[in-house]
């Protein structure tokens, strides 16, 4: 049990999936335009992906930003591993990194 | 309380004083911002540790008096 019950919470979210998303909205109704590019993303590279809706819990959007110290929202996680929010998914995905992130994490289905 | 581009590219001057920032108003309403840092301290360092290295520099504007910042960080040639 950690210090703060959030976190156990949060914990517990990103163990249930090896890819869990936190972001405004849910993956067919994303409610910002960073959430919805992630989705997007993640889509194209056929990961399938569990998202968490910060909207609907404000313990969560409030707890999530000091469990990774990091402010914003979407924020990625693989295997239990903060990847980043939609700048640094973006990028790594225009780099080609991603694609090999999700094929060494065994997550990406089989199209 | 909306931020000015000069006010952002000062707070991360003062954290990272060799910082090479470049910063774009993408809706002219000082809540969306694109910004790209260049910085030897980013040397070695992993994309997500670059950026909440940014992001402590703005002191916890970031996600509130800062909407939305698209961060690039690049370490000088």
Redesign the interface.
Known sequence: MSENPVFDRIKAEIDASPVTVFMKGTAVFPQCG?SARVVQILSHLNVPFKSVNVLEDAEIREGI?SYT????IPQVYVKGE???????VT??FQAGELQSLMEEAGVTAKA | MPMQADEIAGFIKSALPDAEVIIKDLAGDGDHYAAHVTSAAFKGLPRVRQHQMVYAALQGRMGGALHALALTTAIPE
């Open positions: 960073f930003k110290n990091w402010p914003t903060f990847v980043g929010g939609c700048d640094i990028e790594m």
